[in-house]
């Protein structure tokens, strides 16, 4: 049977889609209660919640393009860039490990991803990515911080990217960015083959709502704009939007819980002898092991919902937890401590 979405692992700890395990700003709700069944029945008029959306990243309305998150905005990219001239002989750059929809988008309009794997410590691969880059190449899509990994790409190396593609759409995903603070916005109106994609569904805590931006030169977005359906976005997404850029207390406060559970996470590993990454996102990618996918399990049979990442190459025995809420955090720990302990204890015979 095929059924569309994600299954929701049940009851537990949800820290293994990077979610804001805090929820949302209650002034969304509030804003959501105020909507009347006129306001349900009309379509959305979006002028008011692109402005918004467009002060926020202080760029001109004409530069911001809200999508159905970012996932629709990735596909946007792709089929925007490459959905015209269809054919495998288009290219897309692609560093791995990465987030599924880069992959599954070059798919869907039939081009090639062109796989570039890390240097060691998943560190960019520049040199590999810069010699990937072909006439062919239409779209390079980078992704700082990176998911699975939590590393960022430098500044420079995004700049000569953009500058040695100029044929080519350069995807700089900043869906994590909140949490690392260096964003390549306010370099746009130099390159004018850069959009940046954020989303609302991480640090906002509204992944729910579906809600993404693209952020470009208004040339730039203009064919992903043509591809884009005119009402992607509902009416409740556009409330809730306009309503958690009002709570400007909402992202400092949780930013600080995810810097204090990500310093938990990482004196937890060290005690325990594990392998990981430091992550300038929400989530500490850790290497467990060859058993990581039965400790993935374990620790989900105690309602505790990980990522198990061992099934990728380029992550062998990693699980990825997200960090959030301080308490959460220390759950995930003492639930990781408890099988990792009682594993090793069992190797030893004890
Ligand atoms: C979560 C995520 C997104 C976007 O998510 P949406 O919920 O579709 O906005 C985009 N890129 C990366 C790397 C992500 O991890």
Known sequence: MRIQGFRSPGDGLRLHLNENTGGCSPRVIEAIRQLTP?????????ESAVLACAAHFDVDPEW???????????LMTALGSMGRERGGSLEAIVPVPAFDPYLASIAAVGATAIRIPPLADFGFPLEAVLDAITPQTRVVFLNTPSNPTGQAIPRHMLRRVAREAPHAAVLVDEAYVEFAGDSFLDELPRYENVIVGRTFSKAYGLAGMRIGCLIA???????????????????????????ALKDTEFLPRYRAQVEESKKRLYATCDRLGLKYWNSSANFVLVRVGSRAASIAAALGARGVH??????DPHTPGCIRITAGILEHTETASAALEAIISSAAQATRGV
């Open 38 to 46: 006129a306001d349900i029945a009309a379509y959305p008029d979006y």
């Open 306 to 311: 990980v990522r198990d990442r061992s099934g």
């Open 217 to 243: 030169q208004p040339d730039t977005l203009d064919p992903i704009r043509g591809v884009t359906p005119v009402l992607n976005l509902n009416v409740v997404a556009i409330t809730a939007l306009q309503a």
């Open 64 to 74: 911001a393009l809200l999508t159905n998150g970012l996932d629709e905005g990735i």
